[in-house]
Every structure is written in C-alpha cells, then in structure tokens.
C-alpha cells in the first residue's frame, strides 16, 4: 500500500560547526534518523541563550502527537545549538530564543507569529508545515520581520519568507545534472496529484529543460489503484529504449511502483530508477529489494553524525532527521555579520551570493524565498545507501 508522505521537512548532511559564509565556516554537525526525543516544555515562556537579539523559535509542541514529537526534537536540537555557542570561546553569544508552540494548526501558526512580533523578535525561524509557514510568514512580513521556514514546499516562500530545507529544484537540477553525466538520454517521471507532487513535477520539468532534456514522459497518480495503469502506460517506452531513467521523487509510493515494475517483468537495470532527498534514511526505501542500484540526491550526513553522540548525551535518544534544519537555523540566527546588523537580518546579507555552511552542509537563499543546497549522490545497495558522487551547489 502507498504510504502517506508526512515529511514537510527535510534535513541530513555534514558541515562544519560555527559558521556560516560571510564569517569563518566550520564544519556544523548533522543529524539522522532515529527513536523520537523526549518532550521539551512546550509554551512561549520557555527561553535560552542569552544575547541581545530576541529570535522567536515557532514549532509544533502540541496537539497532533506525531507532529508535536517533530517539534520537540527540533526544539532540543535549537538548545544543542545554543549550548554549543555558550561553549565555542570564539563565538558571541548574540541571540536569545524563545519558543512559541504552533500546535498544528494554521490559527496556531498565525497566532504564535503575533506573540514573537510583540515580544520584540527580530528574526522568526519555524514553522514545519508549508501552510503554517504561509500563515507565519504573513504576519511576519506584516510587521517587517524576516522568517525562516522549515518546510520543503516551494510555495511556502516568498521573498523575506525563507525555506531552509532541500527543495524539489536543487534535487532535480542535482540529480539531472548527474545522470546527464552519466550518458543518460531519454526521462521520464512518475509524481502524485498533490500539491506537494504539483511541485516536485514542475521542478522536474524545469529542471530538464534546464539539463537539456525533453521528457519522454510525465505521469501522475492519485492512489494505490492507479499504479499498474501508470506502468502499463511506462513499460513499452521502458522496454523499447525510449526512456532509460525513470523519476520516482515520492518516497511513499517509490517502493510500491518499482515492485510493479519488476512484476511486469522488467528486467533488473533495465531502468536507472531516480528519487529524491526524502529518500534519505526512510526504512521502506532501504529494505526495497526492486529498488536495489537506484539513486537519489542528498544532503552529506556527516552533519547529523556530528551532533548525535551530544543529542543522545543530553535527550537519550537519537536525534530526528530534521533537528539538523533547526540547528543550522539556530547557528545561522546568531553569527554577527546578520544579528548585530542595522537592521538585523536584512535581504542584502540574507542573500548573499556565497551562501553560508550549515549541519546539512552549504546553501544559500534565493531572492524568491527558496534554498540551493550542495548535495551528494546516493545509490541504494543491499549494505545501505553509498555516495557515489561528492558534494555539488
């Protein structure tokens, strides 16, 4: 069965530890999946760090308990962060964070984004989902704040409404950059009918034209029942040569389309199956036979493997795969070319050209809001997941 995709978020990759571009860049750690951490005190009284800067931390702490986990592991990692610069000699302390509980609701998004605009927040990093984002960052912008979402929906952003997330353009313009590389002549791509699918082909369509391909073909879905439908339609294409790389970006049915593949009676490597970074770490992915050689772009997880031995030190347990974003957010919030600015976070710093260095490795913000991140490329074996090519911007 096609599983739900409830990741809004991604995040994994290694980078050096302080800071990002426009100051020294050392190497931030990254985290990787694992057990969910335990429960941090949720509610805007809760603060830490003490520097000058008020920064208002907006995450999911309440409600829906799968999503309140996720925010209370991005939570901890925030704290990680904050302890690390306490720690670092070499590096002020300039902000104090102060989390504002979301719950999961839009009203609770909007209504956390008003709390930080009155308590003096100059930068607003959060929240998970694209539209508590979209909510947040309206208020945001309202007041002339700057927002750092965490959500990997391209239509969250906006300009002054950032994304620190892998978004569906940076996977596809790796990943097609790469099998062009590779000889590859002939794509094609399988995307669901959601919004967040929506996204993932448009930047698929782009992109290859951007790599110099024309699509052999683009299919969409909408359930489980559709998927013999769609491959009969691929297969003759498939077994004929015209499409030698196929695109399978949804992690949720990506296992599911390529067992139909090989029951069709495709032959193993008859098709370079491609998917994307929310790949990464998932077990239904990993332990899919039909899968085995398949590739996906990715952020380095050197970064998550930096901070997990401290996570687990400090929340006894492993460290999500996303406490990586709200550590890199948390770092990037205090390095002084952007806090201690006048004003603090303006475009013109928040945009430069030469990025910075997170936990996932380096990025830069893009005038529209969204996010170019270096990332590696990955190959699924039966021993686990393999780079196969090194980081690229």
């Known amino acids: 069965m096609l599983r739900a995709n409830t990741r809004s978020v991604r995040a994994a990759s290694a980078f050096p530890l302080a800071i990002l571009a426009l100051q020294q860049a050392q190497p931030i750690p990254i985290q990787q999946p694992g057990m969910m951490p335990m429960p941090v005190a949720a509610g805007p009284s809760e603060s830490f760090g003490h520097g000058p800067v008020k920064v208002a931390l907006l995450l999911p702490l309440s409600g829906d308990p799968g999503t309140a986990s996720v925010g209370m592991a991005l939570a901890n990692a925030s704290k990680l962060a904050i302890s690390f610069i306490e720690a670092n000699p070499n590096i002020a302390e300039n902000i104090t964070i102060t989390l504002q509980d979301t719950s999961t609701s839009v009203e609770g998004a909007a209504s956390a984004a008003s709390a930080a605009v009155t308590d003096g927040a100059k930068l607003?990093?959060?929240?998970?989902?694209?539209?508590?984002?979209?909510?947040?960052?309206?208020?945001?912008?309202?007041?002339?704040?700057?927002?750092?979402?965490?959500?990997?929906?391209?239509?969250?952003?906006?300009?002054?409404?950032?994304?620190?997330?892998?978004?569906?353009?940076?996977?596809?313009?790796?990943?097609?950059?790469?099998?062009?590389s590779r000889g590859r002549r002939g794509i094609a791509g399988i995307f669901p009918n959601s919004e967040f699918g929506q996204a993932q082909q448009g930047a698929f369509r782009q992109q290859a034209a951007v790599a110099g391909y024309q699509p052999q073909a683009v299919y969409g879905f909408s359930s489980a029942g559709e998927v013999q439908q769609v491959i009969s339609r691929a297969l003759p294409l498939i077994q004929s040569g015209v499409i030698d790389t196929l695109f399978l970006p949804d992690r949720a049915s990506a296992p599911t389309f390529a067992a139909a593949l090989q029951q069709a009676g495709l032959a193993p490597g008859a098709v370079l199956l491609v998917g994307s970074a929310d790949w990464q770490g998932d077990a239904a992915i990993l332990q899919s036979s039909q899968l085995s050689g398949a590739l996906y772009p990715s952020v380095d997880?050197?970064?998550?493997?930096?901070?997990?031995?401290?996570?687990?030190?400090?929340?006894?347990?492993?460290?999500?795969?996303?406490?990586?974003?709200?550590?890199?957010?948390?770092?990037?919030?205090?390095?002084?070319?952007?806090?201690?600015?006048?004003?603090?976070?303006?475009?013109s710093l928040m945009l430069a050209a030469s990025g910075f260095n997170g936990r996932d490795g380096m990025f830069r913000f893009l005038g529209n809001g969204r996010s170019e991140y270096g990332l590696v490329i990955k190959k699924l074996a039966p021993g686990g997941a393999v780079?196969?090519?090194?980081?690229r911007l």
């Open 124 to 180: 607003i990093p959060g929240p998970l989902r694209a539209d508590q984002v979209t909510a947040a960052g309206a208020v945001a912008r309202s007041a002339g704040l700057p927002l750092i979402g965490f959500s990997n929906n391209p239509n969250a952003a906006s300009p002054g409404v950032y994304l620190l997330s892998v978004l569906p353009d940076a996977e596809m313009k790796r990943s097609l950059a790469y099998v062009r």
């Open 301 to 347: 997880d050197g970064g998550l493997n930096a901070i997990r031995g401290d996570y687990r030190a400090r929340f006894g347990t492993q460290p999500h795969p996303l406490a990586t974003i709200a550590y890199t957010a948390t770092i990037l919030a205090n390095v002084n070319t952007l806090s201690m600015a006048n004003p603090p976070y303006n475009p």
């Open 387 to 391: 780079t196969v090519d090194g980081v």
